[in-house]
T-cell receptor, first 113, second 113 residues
Framework: NAGVMQNPRHLVRRRGQEARLRCSPM?????VYWYRQLPEEGLKFMVY????????ESGMPKERFSAEFPKEGPSILRIQQVVRGDSAAYFC???????????FGDGTRLSIL | GQQLNQSPQSMFIQEGEDVSMNCTSS?????WLWYKQEPGEGPVLLIA?????ELTSNGRLTAQFGITRKDSFLNISASIPSDVGIYFC?????????????FGGGTRLMVKP
């Protein structure tokens, strides 16, 4: 999984706080995808971004969740007013274009107290 | 979105045995992907299949794209302890979804030395 960098690797928040998860894609990749994985389950697609644009956010919860991929810097997945059900592993993947294979980071494990 | 069902959910085998797992869908897929995920890491792509009937190998791993385009199989020959992990099938979330993927629930493989 070298290349796609996610941080932090582990994040603990109390209910009501904000969580910010960062993803730096592989060099030369301008397409970023975020997925969520609950324990004992497969990954669920959340959002697909290109530089400065949200291409598809059909998997994002309607409230409290947002994502961005600015011209400079990493992609950010933001969760406002976190609740216990937000506890999960969040994975980012990147690709060179929408049809080239995507490479995954090692995820951020979010725990809500 | 399209959904994928994997079986078995888990397997506990002896080192040296061959392993077979499968993935089915109620709808047609034009791409099948097989990933392996180890604890604390993101999924790593093992094999990609793009054509019905295609049989592709990667070392001791062989995957097939079912003729009906509604299933795929992954076989591991002569298993070794480092094969331990969760194996996921994945495919496009919907037609023309590109890299936006839907994942099966995974097959957890345990290998006894």
């Amino acid at each position: 999984n070298a290349g796609v960098m996610q941080n932090p690797r582990h994040l603990v928040r109390r209910r009501g706080q904000e969580a910010r998860l960062r993803c730096s894609p592989m060099k030369g990749h301008s397409h970023v995808y975020w997925y969520r994985q609950l324990p004992e389950e497969g990954l669920k697609f959340m959002v697909y971004l290109q530089k400065e644009n949200i291409i598809d956010e059909s998997g994002m919860p309607k409230e409290r969740f947002s994502a961005e991929f600015p011209k400079e810097g990493p992609s950010i997945l933001r969760i406002q007013q976190v609740v216990r059900g937000d506890s999960a592993a969040y994975f980012c993947a990147s690709s060179q274009d929408r049809n080239q294979p995507q490479h995954f980071g090692d995820g951020t494990r979010l725990s809500i107290l | 979105g399209q959904q994928l069902n994997q079986s078995p959910q888990s397997m506990f085998i002896q080192e040296g045995e061959d392993v077979s797992m499968n993935c089915t869908s109620s709808s047609i897929f034009n791409t099948w992907l097989w990933y392996k995920q180890e604890p604390g890491e993101g999924p790593v792509l093992l094999i990609a299949l793009y054509k019905a009937g295609e049989l592709t190998s990667n070392g001791r791993l062989t995957a097939q794209f079912g003729i009906t385009r509604k299933d795929s199989f992954l076989n591991i020959s002569a298993s070794i302890p480092s094969d331990v992990g969760i194996y996921f099938c994945a495919g496009p979330l919907r037609v023309n979804a590109g890299n936006m993927l839907t994942f099966g629930g995974g097959t957890r493989l345990m290998v006894k030395p």
